[in-house]
C-alpha cells in the first residue's frame, strides 16, 4: 500500500489513540538523540479520520519529536481506501519485521487482529502472514496477556512470570490475579516452586472456605512476608513449609507426636535423630557428635539403653 508523505502538525496528531500500538519501549532518549542529530530516517505511518491523525506506525518516534519540541514530522499518509484492518496488519507486519517480539507485544499483535478475525484458526493465518507464526494452541495462551494489569506485564516481560504461570493467572479473578502476582514478583523462583505454591494457595483456599485474598491476609503468612531480616531464599523456604502444613494438617500431627516421641527418648545434641521429609519416607538418619573416644562410647551406652524403648519401635514404625 503506497503511502503519500507529507509534513504534518505534529499538534494534528493523536498520541492518545493506541490502537494500533504493539510496541511495549516507552524510552525515546535514544531515538530522540538520534532524530536530533541526523533527522528522522524512517517517518511514521499515519491514517487520516475526520478530524485527527491516528498513529499506525511509530509511536515512538512521534514521541521523540515531541519531546524536541518540533511542531512538525514527515509522514507517510494511509490513503482513503485504506481500512482499520488493513491498519492493523500493517502495524502488526512492520514491528515483526523490525525486532523479535516480547510476550506482551505478540499478545498485543494478536489481540489487534483478532478484531477482524474472530476464528482461532484465521487468526493463526493472519498473524503468519504478517510475520508472527502462533499455533492456536500458542493463540489462546497469548492472547489475553495484553490486558493483564501493568505490573504482571512488566513481569512477563521481565522473565520472571513465565508464560506457563501467566497463563495460569488468567484463571483467576482480577483481585485473587493481584495478589498471587504480587507474591510471584516478588520472589524470583522456579516454575516448579511457583506452580507448587500457586496449587497448594488454591487448595488451601477451596478446603478453608477462604478467598484467596483473605489467606495471604493471615497473620502467620503477612509477618513471614514482611520480615525484612530474612532472605529471600529463606522466606520461601518457609512459606512452602507452612503452606504445605496448612495444607495438611495430618502431616504436622503427624510430626508434633514423632517430636513428642523424640522427647520422651531424651534424643538431643550430640545425637539426632531426623526423620523422613514429610514422613513419606522410609528412611531415618541417626547423627552423633563426638571429640574422643570417651565422648564416642558415652554415646554408644546412650544408645544401647534407648534402641529397645518401645517409643524408638514406635518412631520407626510411624506409629502415631
Known amino acids: 500500500m503506497t503511502c503519500s508523505s507529507v509534513c504534518v502538525p505534529i499538534s494534528a496528531v493523536d498520541g492518545n489513540d493506541t490502537t494500533f500500538q504493539i510496541s511495549t519501549d516507552r524510552n525515546t532518549a535514544d531515538l530522540a538523540r538520534s532524530i536530533s542529530a541526523v ?27 515531541r519531546s524536541l519540541n518540533q511542531t512538525t514530522v514527515s509522514a507517510g499518509i494511509l490513503p482513503a481506501t485504506a481500512t482499520p484492518r488493513d491498519c492493523a496488519e500493517m502495524a502488526v507486519a512492520e514491528n515483526a519485521l523490525q525486532r523479535p517480539l516480547n510476550l506482551i507485544e505478540r499478545s498485543r499483535a494478536l489481540s489487534l487482529l483478532s478484531v477482524y478475525y474472530e476464528d482461532t484458526a484465521d487468526l493463526a493465518a493472519a498473524s503468519a502472514k504478517c510475520g508472527i507464526p502462533e499455533s492456536p494452541p500458542m ?16 513481569g512477563i516481560i521481565d522473565g520472571t512470570l513465565s508464560l506457563a504461570m501467566a497463563s495460569e493467572l488468567q484463571r483467576f479473578d482480577e483481585a485473587e490475579r493481584e495478589v498471587l502476582a504480587k507474591l510471584l514478583l516478588t520472589f524470583r523462583m522456579s516454575l516448579g516452586k511457583q506452580r507448587e505454591i500457586l496449587t497448594m494457595i488454591e ?16 497473620p502467620t503468612i503477612t509477618s513471614l512476608l514482611a520480615d525484612d531480616d530474612t532472605e529471600p531464599n529463606v522466606k520461601v523456604g518457609r512459606l512452602r513449609e507452612l503452606l504445605k502444613r496448612r495444607r495438611y494438617p495430618a502431616i504436622q500431627k503427624s510430626e508434633e507426636q514423632a517430636a513428642a516421641l523424640i522427647r520422651a527418648l531424651g534424643l538431643k545434641n550430640p ?31 546412650t544408645l544401647g539403653k534407648i534402641i529397645d524403648r518401645p517409643e524408638l519401635d514406635r518412631l520407626l514404625s510411624k506409629d502415631f
Open 39 to 65: 533527522g528522522l530516517l524512517v517517518p511514521p505511518t499515519l491514517m487520516r479520520t475526520e478530524d485527527r491523525l491516528v498513529i499506525v506506525n511509530g509511536f515512538r518516534r512521534i514521541a521523540a519529536c
Open 203 to 218: 487448595e488451601i483456599s477451596r478446603r478453608e472456605g477462604l478467598s484467596i485474598p483473605e489467606l495471604l491476609r493471615t
Open 139 to 154: 493463540i489462546r495462551k497469548l492472547r489475553g496477556l495484553c490486558r493483564l494489569s501493568p505490573g504482571i506485564q512488566a
Open 271 to 301: 545425637m539426632k535423630l531426623v526423620l523422613p521429609p514429610n514422613l513419606e519416607g522410609e528412611t531415618f538418619s541417626l547423627t552423633l557428635r563426638f571429640r574422643n573416644i570417651a565422648e564416642l562410647r558415652h554415646l554408644h551406652h
